[in-house]
């Protein structure tokens, strides 16, 4: 009696252990919020696995054990094993051999519109004389191809003319976030104008110990992007997350019935833009790309997305995007795409400002270790009351405006 009354609870406890585990793996990666927006196969594969790996478990513990039964029980426990194995996978939809991400092309804005002391520049300028200027010693800029109008604003305001024309290294750069990075961490650039850093990127810079020293000098709103005909203009920040975890794959799912699959692009890794989709998404794993019934692979996911973004197929432009507000309303804008609304509030100055548009981030002044020197006093600058004005004047949100 004991023996039996021993082997019941062991099989309780294995069973709800079993339950317990998918409950807390489905709820960390949130398919219980999602409610029913799943509606593909690819985002409905952790939950089959889930529910596969407590049947497994649960038959394993509860059938009656004997010589006969082994096929079914080894069976049962290599699908249990298999469901555990293939999750993390699962998660991703990572299941293609051939990646729909195409390499970074050439297409962006023209910077030399924003080269600083050049002839008809579309550089902001201050009102009056800067405060601060620099005759020599110049530090050397770099950063995400978005903020090279503000830094290069800042050069041209701080650096002398002349200086800056003899200058041996020449003091502003463009490499883009990825590049830029590389660089500070090296030790080649003083300071480096990005959005936050991706974790990838992180870690190289602890592992070449590189102390990086992050100071947020502004605001961006980071907004989602579609085709101008695309009847959605708003997405909540569910939807969003949904999307890009891989739950929602049809337009259909978000009230555009006619709208077919979600052309969901993404940008490359290390990208500003990508590093503010994983920090939106957060712990959530973002789905790698899947394949796209569309006619031509050029179409998917490249450094040319806010041009990709207004793409028709088959009578209607189904494709989403995400950047910067800057970037894709004034630096690289596209008449054919519009900004879609968050949870009810476009991406506005005023929004930005009294913090009702849900994605606002800093962008950061880094430098490789602690300020010092004339790179200290351009920072400090920067946070004044000029520095702030430039990038407002810009087209970014400056710290003090904030409410």
Request: hydrophobic share 45%; aromatic share 10%; charged share 15%.
């Given at each position: ?6 082997i ?8 709800a ?15 219980f ?26 038959a ?66 201050l ?15 770099d ?185 894709a ?12 609304s ?22 950061y ?7 010092t ?10 946070l004044?009351?000029?520095?702030q ?15």
């Amino acid at each position: 009696m004991a023996k039996k009354l021993a082997i019941l609870i062991l099989r309780i406890i294995v069973t709800a252990a079993a339950v317990v585990a998918a409950v807390v793996v489905l709820y960390r990666f949130e398919f219980f919020s999602a409610g029913a927006a799943p509606d593909n196969i690819v985002g409905m594969l952790p939950v089959v696995l889930a529910v596969a790996f407590v049947g497994g478990i649960t038959a394993i513990a509860w059938m009656k054990h004997s010589k006969r039964r082994i096929p079914v029980a080894a069976t049962l426990a290599v699908m249990a094993v298999l469901s555990a194995a293939l999750y993390p996978t699962a998660l991703t939809g990572n299941w293609w051999i051939h990646s729909s991400t195409r390499a970074e092309s050439d297409a962006g804005p023209d910077l030399t519109l924003y080269a600083p002391f050049s002839e008809n520049s579309k550089l902001a300028r201050l009102d009056g004389q800067s405060t601060l200027k620099f005759e020599g010693d110049l530090p050397v800029l770099d950063g995400a191809t978005a903020l090279y109008p503000v830094y290069a604003a800042f050069a041209q305001a701080v650096y002398g003319r002349e200086a800056f024309d003899i200058a041996e290294t020449k003091p502003v750069l463009c490499t883009n976030t990825r590049g830029a990075y590389e660089a500070v961490t090296k030790g080649a650039r003083d300071i480096i104008f990005v959005a936050g850093a991706s974790d990838a990127q992180k870690a190289a810079a602890k592992a070449a110990g590189a102390e990086l020293v992050f100071t947020p000098v502004g605001l961006e709103a980071f907004v989602f992007v579609a085709g101008k005909t695309n009847p959605i203009d708003n997405l909540t920040s569910r939807q969003i997350r949904n999307i890009y975890s891989g739950k929602t794959a049809y337009w259909g799912t978000l009230g555009w019935r006619e709208g077919g699959r979600i052309v969901a692009y993404q940008r490359p890794e290390g990208s500003g833009s990508q590093t503010g989709l994983q920090s939106l998404m957060g712990n959530l794993p973002i789905q790698a790309p899947q394949p796209m019934p569309i006619p031509d692979d050029i179409l998917i996911g490249s450094n040319s997305l806010m041009a990709q973004v207004s793409m028709e197929w088959n009578g209607g432009q189904p494709a989403l995007g995400y950047s910067y507000r800057y970037y894709a309303t004034t630096m690289y804008a596209n008449l054919d795409a519009k900004l879609l609304s968050t949870d009810g509030f476009a991406p506005t100055s005023e929004n930005i400002r009294n913090g009702s548009y849900p994605f606002v981030n800093h962008f950061y002044a880094v430098t490789l270790g602690k300020p010092t020197g004339n790179v200290k006093l351009l920072i400090d600058w920067i946070l004044e009351a000029q520095g702030q004005e430039l990038i407002e004047k810009t087209g970014y949100t400056g710290l003090e405006n904030m409410r």
